[in-house]
């Protein structure tokens, strides 16, 4: 009884969404209850596009549809509050941990770091900042913003670790439906800097990175030297990542994932170059079949 699916995901360290049109005739709503598990059928096999629970179910008895909104299984993380600090733990101790509270299997990389640091002044301060994360998933996604780290869900696997080298998949503009590249003039030729003071040692701090005309100045209080590099070496690839975009249209394919990097090929001179996955929403039709838009961001 499926009429059409719309299967969202992303590497903005959110959720992945799904929205299901069906066919009420037969159908129990007691059987969405639970995990649901999303596939499509393509050259005599299926291929599971996202596992997940529904959060809201949409009847229309008159047309005989039910539409079925939900995300993946990362909701359970989204839903939970945090009112723990986990001081003594490492970032993957504590994704682990997650991952068992909620019957999900963990893809986790080692770390080794302790969340909590304690300073001369006894304050824990890494702990006092995510302090302001509400759930675990949002605790989640500042350590792995720290640790540099991917967040997502894999199935039924929490995936906490370093971002895929894989090569780029070559994406030619013959096999694009539709497509515009972006060159946004104002993020390019950056020049990142930090500035800090430190109060207890009492010295100032001043890190860089990039070498372009464009300044980019940030001021924050207390700041090692090794941490104010860091962060400008955040902010600029940051930065640099929104520097260019494209928005495709394409027939529905199962090899783009949010982690990969495309390889733009045949768009024109100085317009190729490799750009990474913002959002892909596949779009599949019980008359019109499989498509997807795509969303590229960042540079090569």
């Known amino acids: 009884g499926?009429?059409?699916a719309d299967i969202g995901t992303n590497n903005h360290l959110a959720a992945d969404r799904f929205r299901l049109r069906l066919a009420t005739r037969g159908l129990e709503p007691a059987a969405l209850a639970g995990r649901l598990d999303i596939q499509v059928g393509l050259d005599g096999g299926w291929t599971s596009l996202l596992l997940g629970t529904a959060d809201s179910l949409h009847l229309d008895p008159i047309r005989g549809i039910l539409d079925v909104e939900g995300r993946?299984?990362?909701?359970?993380?989204?839903?939970a509050r945090v009112d723990e600090t986990f001081a003594n733990r490492t970032s993957s101790e504590v994704a682990a941990l997650f991952a068992s509270r909620h019957g999900l299997q963990a893809d986790v990389t080692t770390t080794s770091t302790p969340i909590g640091r304690l300073y001369g002044n006894e304050r824990d301060r890494?702990?006092?900042g995510h302090a302001r994360a509400a759930t675990e998933w949002d605790l989640l996604a500042a350590l792995a913003q720290q640790e540099g780290f991917d967040l997502f869900m894999d199935g039924p696997r929490l995936h906490f670790g370093p971002p895929s080298s894989d090569a780029p998949v070559p994406l030619p503009v013959g096999g694009c439906v539709g497509l515009e590249v972006e060159h946004r003039l104002a993020l390019s030729g950056l020049r990142v800097q930090v500035r800090s003071w430190g109060s207890r040692a009492g010295t100032a701090v001043e890190a860089s990175a990039g070498s372009g005309a464009r300044l980019h100045g940030l001021v924050r209080p207390?700041?090692?030297a090794d941490e104010a590099q860091r962060l400008a070496d955040r902010t600029l690839a940051d930065l640099r990542r929104h520097e260019w975009a494209a928005h495709v249209t394409m027939p529905g394919e199962l090899l783009l994932t949010a982690r990969s990097r495309v390889s733009l090929q045949g768009a024109g001179a100085g317009w190729d170059?490799?750009?990474a996955v913002s959002d892909i929403t596949r779009h599949l039709d019980a008359r019109r079949g499989f498509s997807q838009r795509v969303t590229l961001q960042g540079i090569a």
Do not use: G, I, Q
């Open 126 to 128: 890494l702990t006092t």
């Open 72 to 79: 993946d299984l990362s909701a359970a993380l989204v839903e």
């Open 273 to 275: 170059r490799v750009l």
């Open 222 to 224: 207390n700041l090692s």
């Open 2 to 4: 499926a009429l059409s």
